[in-house]
């Protein structure tokens, strides 16, 4: 048979069948089979299925009546899979598809995994698949076959637009509004008026607003793995306003008093703004804590090659709050919050190579450190 990318030659469904029963496998591969969570299958050299889990049998069972010598992209109706008389990955469009290839590669004695798009017809309803592929040899007695599990990841991936495109609309509105305020605040409200004050807060909303939008960006790109450092020359005195001022400027916070002090201003590299984010988050998380008599203390500890910040509020944790303190999604201020001690965490150990750590007691309050290198390029 011809074909435009892979080998098209089948097994007959005599010789399938006489694979399958040859599989015999065992009851630890079966139930290893049946609790993976994915759609699992194992294939033969020509790329037909000779073993279907229990998942897969149920997703397929609109489509046919058993996947015994299919290919993949014919179980799940991919509407490339019929073009062709060699059907699944004989087409030419075949070449671009991230499960025929993985499958190729575990051919070939390498384990492979690759996303794979797939557009199929169920009946008269289309239907669209994103999918995660992965692929292993496996040697069965004496013949060469491939194990394969498929992950369906739409949901995922839906997600990631939804999300990019949900904070880049909303960006651009915040920043929209934030100019327009700016210009009120400088340009057209005289200072001391009634209007002033009403355009000064809404800058100063929408100044956190962006802030916190780009925050979550940022947790976002670097739990994805696609967060880029860009270091600079940073001058300590100048970094811990820059730190201080937003938690100030914020109306929806407690305006306790925050003293900051340093023991010599020095200028060092590092990510200036994920170092800001960091230290952000830790005076923002001791103000929420604090009352508006208490006092938040920030403190810049320089020392050879590294500086030990520091975030001090006089209260103290719950044995409770300590063991769960860095985990994501936890929070003591209710339930769809816990991102801000996880985000220090993630960014100031995993990208800055620094170190975050706690002390917590009734007589000294709670304090938050991050000890951080002078270079991390």
Not at 50 to 68: G, V
Not at 166 to 184: I, W
Not at 266 to 271: G, P, Y
Not at 272 to 287: D, E, G, P
Request: proline content about 3%; aromatic content about 8%; some cysteine.
């Amino acid at each position: 048979m011809e074909t435009q990318f892979a080998p098209a030659e089948r097994l007959s469904q005599d010789e399938v069948r006489s694979q399958n029963k040859k599989l015999q496998l065992s009851g630890l591969i079966k139930a290893i089979a049946e609790a993976t969570g994915t759609y699992f299958m194992i294939l033969n050299r020509q790329r037909q299925i000779i073993y279907a889990n229990k998942e897969l049998l149920d997703l397929i069972q609109s489509t046919c009546e058993h996947p015994l010598g299919l290919r993949p992209g014919e179980v799940f109706g991919c509407v490339n899979s019929n073009k062709t008389e060699g059907g699944c990955g004989t087409h030419e469009f075949c070449r671009e598809c991230g499960a025929v290839n993985a499958i190729l590669e575990a051919l070939e004695g390498k384990p492979s995994k690759k996303e794979c798009r797939i557009t199929s017809m169920h009946g008269d309803q289309l239907v669209a698949y994103d999918l995660s592929v992965k692929a292993y040899p496996f040697n069965f007695d004496n013949i060469n076959n491939i194990l394969v599990s498929i992950l369906d990841i739409s949901d995922k991936k839906r997600r990631e637009i939804l999300e990019r495109t949900f904070f880049h609309d909303v960006l651009n509105s915040a920043a929209g509004l934030h100019g327009a305020s700016f210009l009120m605040v400088r340009k057209y409200c005289p200072e001391g008026s009634e209007m002033f004050e009403k355009a000064n807060t809404i800058y100063s909303s929408t100044n956190s607003l962006i802030e916190e939008i780009k925050t979550q960006q940022i947790i976002m790109a670097a739990e994805n793995h696609e967060l880029q450092l860009h270091g600079s020359m940073i001058e300590l005195s100048n970094l811990l306003n820059e730190a201080v001022e937003p938690v100030k400027n914020n109306q929806g916070l407690t305006q306790c008093r925050i003293v900051t002090s340093y023991s010599t201003d020095t200028s060092f590299i590092s990510d200036a703004s994920l170092l800001r984010r960091v230290l952000i988050n830790m005076i923002k998380n001791a103000v929420e804590e604090s009352s508006p008599e208490d006092h938040v203390t920030v403190k810049a500890v320089v020392d050879k090659d590294k500086i030990l910040f520091s975030v001090n509020n006089p209260k103290h944790m719950d044995e409770s709050v300590k063991r769960q303190i860095f985990q994501r999604s936890f929070s003591t201020k209710g339930k769809c919050r816990g991102i801000g001690t996880y985000s220090m965490k993630l960014l100031g150990e995993n990208y800055l190579k620094g170190k975050i750590w706690f002390e917590s007691s009734e007589s000294s309050g709670t304090t938050f450190y991050f000890e951080l290198p002078v270079s991390f390029m």
